[in-house]
């Protein structure tokens, strides 16, 4: 499943580079050529993630309700109620909902795809709704949607000790795992890693949990007709499998005991910047990906003529002579040439640098007006 997204990994770990988080240093086409991006992707990613926030968690909670059917005293009372509560639930005791969907609406514009997993933790013996970024929920190419997706994979990495809790609490078979696991390469993860500036170390301790949620047709546990024969029909499951040491940790059954219709329970939420072609939605990078490009290779140009007109280079004759000739010269400096005669313009000739085109900036600015109304048409 991983392979065959792998295109859109690797499009989507390139584009990650036109947020300008980190500036680059180039030595083409010459020392200290200019390295920076403009911001068209961040500033719009920024203007989205501060207008959708507003919208969706308010100051007074991000819970409304509606009374379906006749208004009465008692349900106008019940359904104050349950906002309240809710509200109180979102707002206090699930104190990971707030940060993580300020961050989901981050990762939302850019990646096209992120996902929440709502579910509750026996842990904390509360509700959980946790950010999943897109690279972390993996899906068959042939899928649709997360309802019919016959197989969905939440890669999850845990310290030794968080493992351990749940294999405390029953939730993981107590089993001893192999620490000694070297995580395979994950370029989204790197890509990202580096635009933070951080470096991965090597732990020990780490533990990468393959939690699957998929249908199975289990011997002894066979789907049955009337007559209680086997229909060998696929019931679905939620199998965790410890990746390094290849042990499943557990396998459940994801519908409700005594369901007839035996309907798998959705953990999962899938939130779409652009509907797209396929299971994953668009982001900015897959739309004006290719214009934020343009727009920095622009601007670097401009920057770099600018900086070539400003600091002439040029040829000399060889029987000239310069005082310091390796220094630049500062403003209102005359310095001393010993030139053996002659014109020392016919010695000295500098190389043909142009002012930054206006053609240029003209076109910048049509890129970056492009950039913004597809922007607030998305909006």
Do not use: C
Request: proline content about 5%; overall charge negative; glycine content about 8%.
């Amino acid at each position: 499943d991983k392979e065959s997204r792998s295109e859109w990994e690797e499009g989507y770990t390139k584009g990650l580079d036109l947020l300008g988080v980190k500036y680059e240093e180039r030595t083409q086409p010459f020392q200290g050529a200019s390295g920076v991006t403009h911001p068209l992707i961040a500033e719009s990613v920024t203007q989205f993630q501060a207008q959708s926030y507003k919208e969706l968690l308010p100051s007074g909670g991000p819970v409304k309700t509606q009374i379906i059917g006749a208004e009465t005293p008692e349900r106008e009372a019940q359904s104050q109620r349950v906002k309240d509560f809710m509200n109180y639930m979102v707002t206090e005791v699930m104190e990971e909902f707030d940060p993580d969907t300020d961050q989901m609406l981050f990762y939302l514009p850019l990646s096209g795809s992120t996902f929440k997993k709502v579910y509750f933790d026996a842990t904390k013996q509360r509700p959980v709704s946790r950010f999943i970024a897109a690279e972390d929920l993996v899906v068959p190419y042939t899928a649709t949607d997360l309802a019919t997706a016959s197989r969905i994979t939440h890669v999850l990495r845990m310290d030794e000790n968080q493992v351990r809790k749940l294999q405390v609490a029953g939730v993981y078979r107590d089993i001893e795992l192999s620490a000694d696991y070297e995580e395979e390469s994950d370029t989204v993860k790197e890509k990202i890693r580096q635009l933070e500036g951080i470096d991965k170390t090597v732990t020990k301790d780490m533990h990468t949990i393959l939690e699957m949620h998929v249908d199975l047709d289990l011997e002894g546990f066979e789907d049955l007709n009337q007559n209680g024969e086997p229909t060998g029909i696929k019931l679905p499951y939620i199998v965790t499998v410890d990746q390094g040491s290849g042990q499943i940790l557990s396998i459940r059954r994801n519908y409700a005991e005594g369901d007839p219709a035996k309907r798998k329970k959705q953990f999962f939420v899938h939130y779409k910047f652009l509907p797209g072609l396929g299971f994953y939605g668009f982001g900015l990078i897959h739309m004006i990906g290719g214009l934020g490009k343009a727009a920095t290779s622009i601007l670097r140009q401009l920057i770099d003529a600018g900086t070539l007109s400003n600091l002439p280079a040029g040829f000399k004759a060889r029987g000239i002579r310069i005082r310091n000739d390796d220094e630049p010269l500062n403003p209102g400096e005359f310095r001393d040439i010993d030139a053996p005669g002659g014109d020392i313009r016919n010695s000295i000739i500098p190389l043909p640098f142009k002012e930054p085109s206006s053609t240029l900036a003209q076109l910048l600015g049509v890129l970056i007006e492009s950039g913004r109304r597809f922007v607030s048409i998305a909006d």
